[in-house]
């Protein structure tokens, strides 16, 4: 069994390091990305925020040489401490940190710097805008009549509630100057390309980092209808309701929906998603001997009903067999525990696996490194798990209830820690059998 578990760990690395940001960088040519040539613009300048917002500039960095003026981006707390030594330190592009998932003043400081330089730059300068999961929370600049209170409270309440990540970007873009496309508004007339690495699900661009350099499909009658939904309404500042209605009635103007100039100079390219992830885990796997299957690039759901289809499908397999999902699941907080997605899943995996006597080895992991307010990965779990809990007095079904799935994992073994990994790309998720 344990082999099974060495083997899950070594795969989820693979599908990490597939999708770093030197890896990704090493794919394409920037030159190929602009308009005319880099040495046409009269300056080059980066602006980025995100969880791969340090490793993305680095690398851009690289790719634009002595091009680049310089730029600044925006990482969470505690990632220039963290940064791997893979990776290449950004030197002409400052970077700051700021709060995430809940943005924090910092946040609002970083969003008004990228704002004053794309409101600085002319006809005739590249913007290179970098941006990955986590941009949402680290570019906070309220709108007219919001403040950053009103942010910081309504983006917990959509952290609790179970809404998906489309659905929470969508109402923070319309409470926001730099989200759904404001950041693209500013810097208009310049050219700007924006470079993303995804992490939501069918790689909407517009939702990516709530999507600040893009057209906006949604409305302000779509945010109304999210926090309805998740019976947020009540919950949310006055302000915020305030201006979602306002704004409803015209009182002020929609995000942009690409229908206007301000997007003619703009492109935004995907340099790395979840299938990418995917594949290396695939093609890892195959090399160590397991028929492997790709099962899904869009997992979604309560965490802990996924995870118990994710242990049947398991155990209705034969042979040594290597089965991978990616995506993104949703925890609809009840209880006062501790825990993440990733823990939830593994955990209601081992509640169903209980009493399987085959070798089955399942892992749970963020490509982030960071599972909800933890400081893990996320967690594997084997048949024996369930055995241990019970030894140990630990109920699964009342912790996974109480959303206390960390406990579970710290007393028995089973968490995934990498620490930040300085990339993005939602969820793996692996199910491996011997025989």
């Known amino acids: 069994m344990l082999r099974l578990v060495d083997d899950a760990r070594g795969l989820y690395y693979?599908?990490?390091?597939?999708?770093?940001?030197?890896?990704l960088f090493n794919r394409f040519d920037i030159q190929e990305l602009t308009d005319v040539p880099l040495e046409c613009y009269r300056r080059v300048r980066i602006v980025g925020a995100g969880k791969a917002a340090m490793a993305?500039?680095?690398?851009?960095?690289?790719?634009?040489?002595?091009?680049?003026?310089?730029?600044?981006?925006?990482?969470?707390?505690?990632?220039?401490?963290?940064?791997?030594?893979?990776?290449?330190?950004?030197?002409?592009?400052?970077?700051?940190?700021?709060?995430?998932?809940?943005?924090?003043?910092?946040?609002?400081?970083?969003?008004?710097?990228?704002?004053?330089?794309?409101?600085?730059?002319?006809?005739?300068?590249?913007?290179?805008?970098?941006?990955?999961?986590?941009?949402?929370?680290?570019?906070?600049?309220?709108?007219?009549?919001?403040?950053f209170g009103d942010l910081q409270a309504t983006s917990r309440a959509l952290l609790h509630s179970g809404a998906d990540i489309h659905q929470t970007n969508v109402v923070r873009k319309h409470l926001s100057r730099i989200k759904g496309?404001?950041?693209?508004?500013?810097?208009?007339?310049?050219?700007?390309?924006?470079?993303?690495?995804?992490?939501?699900?069918?790689?909407?661009?517009?939702?990516?980092?709530?999507?600040?350099?893009?057209?906006?499909?949604?409305?302000?009658?779509?945010?109304?209808?999210?926090?309805?939904?998740?019976?947020?309404?009540?919950?949310?500042?006055?302000?915020?309701?305030?201006?979602?209605?306002?704004?409803?009635?015209?009182?002020?103007?929609?995000?942009?929906?690409?229908?206007?100039?301000?997007?003619?100079?703009?492109?935004?390219?995907?340099?790395?998603?979840?299938?990418?992830?995917?594949?290396?885990?695939?093609?890892?796997a195959q090399r160590l001997g397991y028929a492997t299957y790709i099962r899904s690039g869009d997992l979604h759901g309560e965490a802990s009903e996924v995870g118990r289809t994710i242990a049947r499908e398991a155990m209705a397999t034969c042979g040594r067999t290597c089965l991978v999902w990616g995506g993104e699941t949703t925890v609809t907080v009840t209880g006062g525990g501790r825990g993440g997605r990733n823990q939830e899943v593994a955990t209601a995996a081992a509640i169903e696996l209980d009493g399987c006597e085959r070798q089955i080895a399942i892992l749970s992991g963020g490509t982030d490194g960071i599972d909800g307010p933890t400081d893990v990965s996320g967690a594997w779990v084997t048949p024996e798990t369930a055995r241990r809990a019970r030894r140990l007095g630990i109920d699964l079904v009342e912790r996974l209830s109480a959303n206390d799935t960390y406990e579970i994992f710290r007393a028995l073994g089973g968490h995934l820690r990498t620490g930040p990994t300085h990339t993005n790309v939602m969820d793996v998720t692996i199910a491996l059998t011997a025989f």
């Open 181 to 284: 496309g404001g950041l693209a508004w500013a810097a208009y007339p310049a050219d700007v390309t924006t470079l993303i690495i995804s992490d939501v699900t069918g790689d909407v661009i517009s939702a990516i980092a709530s999507g600040p350099t893009v057209p906006d499909p949604s409305s302000y009658a779509d945010a109304i209808s999210v926090l309805h939904s998740y019976g947020l309404w009540d919950d949310v500042p006055a302000a915020v309701r305030r201006t979602l209605i306002g704004s409803a009635a015209k009182r002020y103007p929609e995000t942009p929906v690409g229908d206007d100039a301000y997007y003619e100079r703009s492109q935004a390219v995907l340099l790395g998603t979840n299938a990418d992830a995917l594949q290396a885990v695939s093609a890892a």
């Open 56 to 147: 993305m500039a680095g690398a851009a960095e690289l790719a634009l040489g002595d091009r680049l003026e310089g730029g600044h981006v925006v990482v969470p707390h505690g990632y220039t401490e963290s940064f791997p030594e893979s990776q290449h330190v950004p030197a002409k592009t400052a970077v700051f940190e700021a709060g995430h998932p809940v943005p924090d003043a910092s946040s609002v400081d970083a969003a008004r710097r990228a704002l004053e330089v794309a409101s600085s730059s002319r006809k005739g300068d590249l913007l290179v805008v970098l941006l990955s999961g986590g941009g949402s929370a680290l570019w906070a600049a309220p709108a007219e009549g919001l403040t």
């Open 14 to 23: 693979s599908a990490v390091r597939s999708v770093q940001a030197d890896r």
